[in-house]
């Protein structure tokens, strides 16, 4: 497979974003939420002071019960403190039905970004990044980046408790506030150690993770040739080295998370045990009722758990960050492809011309060009073929036009226009592309066909489908139209599929159409029985072919001969036979043996 292990090295696009640019990013999606965050505060208020008022009334209770311990007196209490958790639960739940709504919005969004970033995104995008870890991007960042909110809400309630139980515990004992405050500095501090390795770690664990995505998703989808080749051991043992790298790092963080608690809580034990002497000292001399030394206890656990989560939240919230920061860069990746205008073409004539390009896969392109200073042009209804060796540049010439790539120098016209200016969307709209291996959708033969025209009517299909090779093949089809190709069209053969992509693409009705050796894995009986397909998909529209077979060559009007990037011949058929130069060589060394299994084909017929 050629699985490189680098799931801790970051992605070219990633960035360095500082907290307060990914809060502020954060609070951009919340804004939206503004009507549900208010719900979301007010009961986090009300909440605090429920959950407050609950040992002050104990408290209270306590100093009052040993002047008159009545069994009545004690319903009372019970039923005042059981309306009071009846209360907080219900504003409880208000707060996380209201809460897990705003943030499934957000999330929601968020991930509708992160997802129509990747559908923007160029090929040159995808050919340097394994799509699996974008997937972990869009998938799993924005899923832990929810959790993360979640935990924030929880923490606004806490610190509000915090405050609110501060400031009732000075009205009763101003001395044990302070010994109690003495010590926050210290869980604070502790906790504030653990950030920066925490941000780290958790940057690395998603990465790794995402590594793995990507090694499992190149594996499945090429399972038939790792088994064709006998490399299932192979495999599984990159594999087992990618998840060594996924365990280790999460070893880590989780270690890193686990081991702040002991310390936080070690602190926590002795704040404890000062304020269980000193109150205990304060309570002998009669300076504090016991009902004020049981709120003070009763108080610790609402004062440390919160004050402890404050400090670990900062370590916490690094996860939320590590992960919005990840789809923030998804996000703000800068395509290479970069349109300066979005003009309408009405109509489309389909004339190109290629002045002065250069264009290289590399950046920074240095000296590796595919092509330099190339300049071609095709009339507008020219069907022009693209011959050459492997790395010629014919792919590469298709792919220009179809504006998948930018390329670095000169200029594009179509109609006389910038390929640059041109609303890419609409431009797209009119041309056709038919690869070597065409892309099928799981689903009906009819839903492919009509893949490129939605809103194209079942008789339209029909008629496209029938007019393609004649219609014969749809009687190899078990269910006719209904049938379903499966997953990248395994139900079908290699031909049924070329047929697909072709009534997918005359459905269509492009201006231009590239044919990418289109018939390059079909065998010469299957290609005679498609060809009619091909000439009626070719007919009064400018086609570029691109094709090793000399069928879909030698009716071009014009033959272009590659070598290198630069145009070494140019002619029809025939005239480049006659000059006995590399046309010649190519066809009496490889296109001759293809006529004679074409002609045989036709023959068979």
Same mark, same amino acid.
């Given at each position: 497979? #050629?699985?490189?292990?680098? #799931?801790?090295?970051?992605?070219?696009?990633?960035?360095?974003?500082?907290? #307060? *640019?990914?809060?502020?990013?954060?609070?951009?999606?919340?804004?939206?939420?503004?009507?549900?965050?208010?719900?979301?505060?007010?009961?986090?208020?009300?909440?605090?002071?429920?959950?407050?008022?609950?040992?002050?009334?104990?408290?209270?209770? /306590?100093?009052?019960?040993?002047?008159?311990?009545?069994?009545?007196?004690?319903?009372?209490?019970?039923?005042?403190?059981?309306?009071?958790?009846?209360?907080?639960?219900?504003?409880?739940?208000?707060?996380?039905?209201?809460?897990?709504?705003?943030?499934?919005?957000?999330?929601?969004?968020?991930?509708?970004?992160?997802?129509?970033?990747?559908?923007?995104?160029?090929?040159?995008?995808?050919?340097?990044?394994?799509?699996?870890?974008?997937? &972990?991007?869009?998938?799993?960042?924005? =899923?832990?980046? &929810?959790?993360?909110?979640?935990?924030?809400?929880?923490?606004?309630?806490?610190?509000?408790?915090?405050?609110?139980?501060?400031?009732?515990?000075?009205?009763?004992?101003?001395?044990?506030? /302070?010994?109690?405050?003495?010590?926050?500095?210290?869980?604070?501090?502790?906790?504030?150690?653990?950030?920066?390795?925490?941000?780290?770690?958790?940057?690395? &664990?998603?990465?790794?993770?995402?590594?793995?995505?990507?090694?499992? =998703?190149?594996?499945?989808?090429?399972?038939?040739?790792?088994?064709?080749?006998?490399? !299932?051991?192979?495999?599984?043992?990159?594999?087992? +080295?990618?998840?060594?790298?996924?365990? /280790?790092?999460?070893?880590?963080?989780?270690?890193?998370?686990?081991?702040?608690?002991?310390?936080?809580?070690?602190?926590?034990?002795?704040?404890?045990?000062?304020?269980?002497?000193?109150?205990?000292?304060?309570?002998?001399?009669?300076?504090?009722?016991?009902?004020?030394?049981?709120?003070?206890?009763?108080?610790?656990?609402?004062?440390?758990?919160?004050?402890?989560?404050?400090?670990?939240?900062?370590?916490?919230?690094?996860?939320?960050?590590?992960?919005?920061?990840?789809?923030?860069?998804?996000?703000?990746?800068?395509?290479?492809? %970069? =349109?300066?205008? @979005?003009?309408?073409?009405?109509?489309?004539?389909? !004339?190109?011309?290629?002045?002065?390009?250069?264009?290289?896969?590399?950046?920074?392109?240095?000296?590796?060009?595919?092509? *330099?200073?190339?300049?071609?042009?095709?009339?507008?209804?020219?069907?022009?073929?693209?011959?050459? @060796?492997?790395?010629?540049?014919?792919?590469?010439?298709?792919?220009?036009?179809?504006?998948?790539?930018?390329?670095?120098?000169?200029?594009?016209?179509?109609?006389?226009?910038?390929?640059?200016?041109?609303?890419?969307?609409?431009?797209?709209?009119? /041309?056709?592309?038919?690869?070597?291996?065409?892309?099928?959708?799981?689903?009906?033969?009819?839903?492919?066909?009509?893949? #490129?025209?939605?809103?194209?009517?079942?008789? !339209?299909?029909?008629?496209?489908?029938?007019?393609?090779?004649?219609?014969?093949?749809? $009687?190899?089809?078990?269910?006719?139209?209904?049938?379903?190709?499966?997953?990248?069209?395994?139900?079908?053969?290699?031909?049924?599929? *070329?047929?697909?992509?072709?009534?997918?693409?005359?459905?269509?009705?492009?201006?231009?159409?590239?044919?990418?050796?289109?018939?390059?894995?079909? $065998?010469?009986?299957?290609?005679?029985?498609?060809?009619?397909?091909? +000439?009626?998909?070719?007919?009064?529209?400018?086609?570029? %072919?691109?094709? @090793?077979?000399?069928?879909?060559?030698?009716?071009? +009007?014009?033959?272009?001969?590659?070598?290198?990037?630069?145009?070494?011949?140019?002619?029809? @058929?025939?005239?480049?036979?006659?000059?006995?130069?590399?046309?010649?060589?190519?066809?009496?060394?490889?296109?001759?043996?293809?006529?004679?299994?074409?002609?045989?084909?036709?023959?068979?017929?």
């Amino acid at each position: 497979m #050629g699985f490189l292990m680098d #799931g801790l090295d970051p992605e070219e696009y990633d960035r360095t974003y500082t907290d #307060g *640019q990914l809060v502020a990013r954060i609070l951009g999606y919340f804004r939206p939420q503004a009507p549900k965050m208010a719900v979301v505060a007010v009961a986090i208020v009300l909440t605090s002071l429920v959950d407050m008022t609950v040992p002050i009334v104990i408290s209270r209770s /306590l100093d009052q019960l040993q002047a008159n311990p009545a069994p009545a007196a004690l319903l009372a209490i019970g039923g005042l403190i059981m309306l009071l958790g009846t209360v907080s639960w219900l504003l409880n739940a208000a707060r996380q039905r209201f809460s897990a709504e705003a943030v499934g919005d957000v999330v929601l969004n968020m991930r509708e970004d992160a997802f129509d970033a990747v559908m923007q995104r160029d090929l040159s995008f995808y050919d340097a990044f394994p799509s699996g870890k974008i997937v &972990s991007r869009v998938n799993s960042d924005t =899923q832990a980046f &929810s959790q993360v909110i979640t935990l924030t809400m929880d923490l606004m309630s806490r610190v509000l408790l915090i405050v609110l139980l501060i400031a009732y515990l000075f009205t009763v004992s101003a001395r044990l506030t /302070l010994i109690l405050l003495g010590l926050a500095p210290f869980i604070i501090v502790a906790a504030l150690a653990f950030r920066a390795i925490a941000r780290t770690t958790i940057t690395e &664990s998603r990465r790794v993770n995402a590594s793995v995505s990507a090694h499992i =998703q190149e594996t499945i989808s090429g399972i038939g040739v790792a088994k064709t080749f006998r490399r !299932e051991q192979s495999i599984y043992d990159e594999f087992l +080295d990618v998840n060594q790298q996924s365990f /280790l790092v999460t070893r880590r963080t989780r270690f890193v998370f686990s081991s702040i608690f002991p310390v936080l809580n070690v602190i926590a034990g002795i704040g404890t045990a000062a304020l269980v002497y000193f109150g205990g000292l304060a309570v002998r001399s009669g300076t504090l009722s016991a009902g004020s030394w049981f709120l003070f206890i009763q108080g610790l656990a609402l004062f440390w758990f919160p004050l402890t989560s404050i400090a670990s939240f900062w370590s916490q919230f690094q996860i939320g960050l590590a992960a919005g920061e990840r789809v923030f860069a998804l996000i703000d990746a800068e395509p290479k492809v %970069v =349109q300066s205008d @979005h003009e309408q073409l009405p109509t489309m004539r389909g !004339e190109i011309e290629f002045d002065a390009v250069s264009f290289s896969y590399a950046e920074p392109p240095t000296a590796n060009w595919v092509l *330099q200073d190339f300049a071609l042009h095709i009339r507008a209804g020219e069907t022009l073929a693209l011959v050459g @060796h492997t790395g010629s540049g014919k792919s590469s010439i298709g792919k220009l036009i179809a504006r998948f790539y930018e390329f670095q120098a000169g200029r594009i016209l179509i109609d006389g226009r910038d390929i640059r200016t041109l609303d890419l969307p609409a431009y797209r709209a009119r /041309l056709g592309i038919v690869t070597q291996s065409p892309f099928l959708l799981d689903g009906t033969v009819m839903e492919n066909i009509r893949y #490129g025209r939605p809103d194209a009517t079942d008789a !339209e299909v029909i008629a496209v489908a029938a007019a393609v090779g004649g219609g014969d093949w749809l $009687d190899s089809l078990p269910q006719g139209l209904a049938t379903q190709v499966g997953e990248r069209g395994a139900n079908l053969s290699m031909g049924q599929r *070329q047929i697909v992509a072709l009534a997918r693409v005359l459905l269509q009705d492009p201006a231009i159409v590239i044919l990418d050796e289109a018939t390059a894995s079909i $065998d010469p009986l299957t290609e005679t029985l498609i060809q009619e397909g091909l +000439d009626l998909v070719l007919e009064h529209r400018t086609a570029i %072919v691109i094709a @090793h077979r000399l069928s879909t060559v030698r009716h071009a +009007d014009r033959i272009i001969v590659l070598r290198k990037g630069a145009i070494i011949e140019e002619g029809d @058929h025939e005239l480049l036979l006659a000059r006995g130069g590399h046309y010649a060589e190519l066809y009496n060394t490889y296109f001759r043996h293809q006529s004679l299994e074409y002609i045989e084909g036709i023959a068979a017929l």
